[in-house]
């Protein structure tokens, strides 16, 4: 007699750490799934701070410096050339 409770012991403990063991894993699966979502959305992020440095660097290029301050000039802050005519299309097309 003895016996057996030291056997129904011991499935009692082997069942109870095959549920925990099934209960880890299970968990594990649902932050692994959290953890790749969190990568791809940075993945996202970085591709488009990529674009955004690319865009950066190319104002900042020696041959496009000249161009970028005319831009800003002629359309932030009004200025243009001596004797220079802008006409302005207010017909709304």
Known sequence: ??????KLFIRIFLLLVLV????????MRAD??????????????ISE???R?????S????ENTDDFYKDIAESDLDYGY????IYVDISGK
């Open 59 to 62: 104002v900042l290029e020696p």
């Open 20 to 27: 925990a063991t099934v209960a880890g894993f299970v968990m």
């Open 32 to 45: 692994i799934a959290t953890e790749n979502k969190k990568i791809a959305e940075i993945k996202h992020s």
């Open 49 to 51: 701070q990529k674009l």
């Open 1 to 6: 007699m003895k016996m057996t409770k030291t």
């Open 53 to 57: 440095n690319e865009e950066l660097s």
């Open 82 to 85: 001596a004797n220079e005519k």
